[in-house]
């Protein structure tokens, strides 16, 4: 599988060659944001004293519980807290103490070092959605993901500039049985993309095998030093570890791969109906969360994730780009600040069917958000409809087409000698104009940033083009971009030894479909 | 036409009464935003000191023009400017000196003076689109504007909750005479609303109508002492000021009206392109516009300014939603602020030629920056479509829709002790759920902002329903709201004296279509 672009290149003559390069898209990959923008914060140090407060409190007086995990009840124990059936009741102050020991960044390597991303900081890194087990497109209308389907969007993330993570689950591959699909998916990601991704959480022994597999990717030395994987652990919220997810934290956290310790919280229905409430519970969960990966290993690299939304409280739907999603998400990420940890948020959140209007509504208020929010790692940065039911490819290239007007925002005003201009305005003057004047013809070039997809055509020639709506420039752009496709070259004997790996794991269990 | 509602009443029996109370839209206007939440700054001190002493540089060494105004150009050497030709040249110093007496905020009073709106300090008032020759909706396609469209785009921002301003030219009646639409179209929005509204700048006698109309709406003395009409000045950039506009600002400065004084800039056409470049230019013509203001009238209301936006250097369009437009908006914010002017600025931009994604992205992308910016007055809030050549009927109501939005976020996060809702986490306990839980029950109703458009429906109902995107969702509230339009009650005697001397100076001239 490695070996097919050389191969394919090889057959090619020198006539196809230089066709191919005219037509070839360019697979550029940005570097992480790095802003250059201050952080958007709406809580003021007191009620940021009032939350720390009322956490602790949740913390010491109410407790958390961890599930059906005897080991874990025992390690509290052992680290200061009064545990009480699966009830743990952590003192004030302990849980900040432990977590002390948490990295405030950390490199996730790739195995292109040019797009290992740094986490944390002032630094942004974007990564497509994760979860959804239907995908959507013009041509097959909504239907349940296949491994072809998720393929595909692990290749559109490779070609993707404004994306610096291939993610983990970018869509649910239902054909694949349960207890082997994480083999599939991350054979995808080493294989179809050289960027940073993400391992399975859904049985401690399918983070063995995550960890397992990267080892033969990066070298079994390299895994135990450096962080190679970012994984996803939610919480149960209210203030519930379950033992899958702690199970998967504990194998990570062992071998020194990252968590995102993440509750995932519809306000009103898993948290307070209120801002504040919702903050005081993230943040008493997250405490607790990161504490005990801390327990588990000093050091451990970790990212405080609040997955958090609003709801209708007509049909209970999650409700998205809404006001109060924003002010939670700005208020977490002064939370995660103040603990000095690197901060997961926001995405292209929203709840429309279809990737129209109201889908980008949404997105571009949470999108926005999220960058002003401080947030570092933004899984979900493309392609989510639907609540995150469903991965829809159209979107996912309108949304990673938006990432490029982040990277932007974030770059900050340049205020240097040829940015001023004063040249320019004296040479045009009153009643003139710029287009032709040096200055302009000097900067016009990296001035503006400009989309790949969107339309900025007069509309006479939009028209006769056939009055294409943002769907349909976007359908045509997926095509486009898989039709360019090539695979970044693997060492072929990494390549075999990962596809016996993955052989020989998928023989040794029956198909499995819970 | 005033008497029309309580006629319609009283023709309507018991019966009909009741249903029409049962299916009417209930007509509601929210208060002016009042922002409980910081202003986003992206320049530094250092930078608005850079940018500041550098426009006071253009003014005095370049200058701006006054265009066929003899009478500006002896004011303005009067006031201490040197004079040369056309070109005005400002000492270093003078412009800021001058716009000394201009108010920091101003009441605009409505007719209905529970619509009044108080503009300035932390304030954002939204107002519709402006200016565009052809509207746009599902069933008529792309055409020419007229008067009836006219009516409609009042009576939909009269209906809008969001809206607190009816805005002024929110399209063009191509079917009325040039010379006389401006009488139709401030005849509308004194009879059809009862919002605040703006006057024509087309020609100073239409600016010298406008208030003559105002004076039979309110009384001749009230509008005198008070601010009943905000209009739109633009500044022909670069650093040009036509008769035209100044004309109309002359008449509005001495009538105690208020007038927005506005680069119109293109970046990179009619400013340098760079974002410090545009900003200073920016901030050189306003300086200059509002101390000709003040020249006029010492204390005549003003509002700082910029409608600008990027370029997309290959087919010369301009570019909205991008991440430069935002600093410059951003920057501008922070430059009015120092100066202690209100600030207009931002607008649900697009260059879409569909109230698509695209649309949505930009528009959203334009709200929010808007917002954060600290803008006091946004124009075109809500219906632009494709770069304002078109208002579009089903974005109206979508924009409009979300300058709820807006609102939520503005609001900031309530801190008292419900919102902290620690008795709400004390209730429901790890592994509990928070939708019966007593401080649920209490809050849930005012908690969280809800679209009246968008929809949130599970996926099996959206689809029963004929799966309905955004745009015919809106076409449909369009429909539902004009049918639901009643008109507000005004004096019949007001209405009558304004409609004769609408008639009146009709007939005082030939139609013109120039």
């Known amino acids: 599988m490695a070996g097919a672009t050389p191969r394919r290149r090889s057959r090619g003559g020198g006539g196809a060659a230089r066709r191919a390069e005219r037509t070839a898209i360019k697979i550029e990959t940005a570097k992480y944001i790095e802003r250059n923008i201050p952080n958007f914060e709406v809580l003021s140090e007191e009620a940021l004293d009032i939350i720390e407060h009322n956490a602790e409190t949740v913390l010491e007086e109410i407790g958390v519980n961890f599930i059906d995990n005897p080991a874990a009840l025992e390690r509290w124990t052992a680290a200061g807290a009064e545990v009480s059936g699966e009830r743990v009741r952590i003192p004030r102050g302990l849980a900040r103490q432990l977590i002390k020991t948490a990295p405030s960044q950390f490199t996730q ?40 389907d998720f393929n595909k969007f692990v290749k559109l993330a490779y070609m993707s500039k404004w994306l610096h993570h291939s993610g983990g689950t970018v869509c649910e591959p239902t054909d694949v049985p349960v207890n082997k699909r994480h083999l599939d998916m991350l054979l995808a990601h080493m294989t179809l993309s050289d960027k940073p991704f993400m391992g399975s959480v859904t049985d401690p022994s399918r983070a063995q095998d995550s960890v397992e597999m990267c080892e033969i990717l990066f070298g079994k030395d390299f895994v135990q030093e450096n962080t190679v994987m970012t994984s996803l652990i939610n919480i149960n919220s209210p203030m519930t570890f379950d033992d899958v997810m702690m199970g998967a934290l504990e194998v990570y956290a062992r071998n020194n791969q990252a968590c995102i310790v993440s509750p995932f919280i519809v306000g009103g229905a898993m948290a307070p109906v209120s801002v504040a409430g919702t903050l005081t519970q993230v943040l008493a969960e997250v405490l607790a969360g990161i504490a005990y990966s801390q327990i588990i290993r000093p050091g451990a690299p970790v990212i405080f994730g609040a997955m958090v939304t609003s709801i209708d409280m007509n049909s209970g739907a999650p409700t998205f780009g809404t006001p109060e999603a924003s002010h939670i998400t700005y208020g977490a990420g002064q939370l995660a600040r103040r603990l000095g940890l690197p901060f997961r948020s926001a995405g292209s959140f929203c709840g429309s069917k279809l990737p129209d209007a109201q889908a980008a509504y949404e997105t571009s208020n949470s999108l926005n958000m999220g960058l002003m929010a401080g947030v570092n790692f933004m899984l979900h940065a493309c392609g989510w409809l639907e609540g995150g039911l469903v991965a829809d490819f159209e979107k996912f290239v309108m949304d990673a087409d938006q ?4 990277h932007g925002l974030a770059k900050g005003v340049n205020m240097d000698e040829n ?20 200055h302009t013809q000097a900067n016009f070039q990296s001035a503006f940033w400009k989309s790949d997809l969107l339309d900025y055509k007069p509309f006479e020639t939009w028209e006769e083009e056939g009055a294409r709506d943002t769907r349909t420039l976007a359908s045509n752009r997926v095509e486009h971009l898989l039709a360019n496709y090539r695979q970044p070259s693997l060492d072929p004997e990494i390549a075999g030894a990962l596809a016996a790996y993955v052989a020989e794991k998928k023989a040794s269990m029956p198909d499995a479909f819970i």
Chains 1, 2 share one sequence.
């Open 109 to 148: 390597h790739a195995r292109d070092p040019g797009k290992s991303v740094v986490i944390g900081g002032n630094n942004l890194v974007l990564a497509p959605v994760y979860g959804p087990p239907f995908v959507r497109d013009v041509q097959g209308g909504r239907r349940y993901a296949t491994m072809d």
């Open 403 to 406: 990432l490029g007007a982040l």
């Open 419 to 438: 940015a001023q201009a004063m040249d320019a305005i004296r040479e045009v003057g009153p009643g003139g104009h710029y287009l032709g004047c040096a």
